[in-house]
């Protein structure tokens, strides 16, 4: 599956529909956490990550990262590029931009901007998270900050729309110690789950009826 440049930013251009489609891949607590904790939202530290996509081989293609290991909530985590939002930054998207090149390496000068997905708010860490969309012309030359990211891990959109690649277990929260049950998507044996699932699941429909 093959979408060019100008096809994804009418996609993107298009009003996001009001239902959430994160809850699909949302843990059970979670969605009653969403449910319930509306008011701290005004509250939350702010964050943002960037969905890269970029073509390859006729294929459009995405990148999470596997965060390296160390004492803290996202150790390990399979995520998307992204954080904090700092001072230096003008906006949201001067945020992801800015982590992603110093995560992967992936110059800003040379994505473009071309959509932005729901803000999710993450109850555990208290991040309200704004996703937005880059295109980059052809594959990056990736360049990995090791302190940070332990690999990376790179995905053509068509693999998600394959058949049985949704299933559910139980996995271990970091940061509460505890065990969840939830949906991921098991992607070449790379299991995606949590606010990274269910920012991708919004991606997907999104890109589903092309």
Not at 27 to 45: G, N, S, V
Not at 108 to 121: A, C, H, R, T, V
Not at 134 to 145: R, S, T
Request: hydrophobic share 40%; aromatic share 10%; with cysteine.
């Amino acid at each position: 599956m093959l979408i060019s440049k100008n096809d994804l930013k009418q996609i993107f251009h298009q009003p996001l529909s009001p239902t959430n489609y994160h809850l699909k891949m949302a843990p059970a607590q979670r969605a009653k956490e969403l449910e319930t904790m509306q008011d701290m939202i005004c509250l939350a530290k702010q964050s943002a990550v960037l969905i890269l996509l970029f073509p390859e081989n006729e294929q459009l293609k995405t990148v999470f990262i596997q965060r390296s290991e160390y004492e803290g909530a996202h150790s390990g985590q399979i995520s998307f590029p992204g954080g904090k939002k700092e001072a230096i930054d003008k906006g949201y998207d001067d945020t992801a931009l800015r982590e992603t090149y110093e995560e992967i390496g992936v110059e800003s000068g040379k994505i473009e901007i071309i959509g932005q997905l729901s803000d999710l708010f993450i109850p555990l860490c208290n991040f309200l998270v704004k996703a937005f969309v880059g295109y980059f012309a052809q594959k990056p030359e990736f360049v990995l900050d090791k302190k940070e990211v332990q690999s990376l891990i790179e995905v053509p959109i068509e693999d998600f729309f394959k058949e049985n690649v949704i299933s559910e277990k139980e996995f271990v929260s970091q940061s509460l110690g505890i065990k969840i049950n939830a949906p991921f998507y098991k992607i070449n044996n790379v299991e995606i789950w949590g606010a990274t699932a269910m920012i991708m699941s919004e991606l997907l429909y999104i890109l589903k009826p092309i």
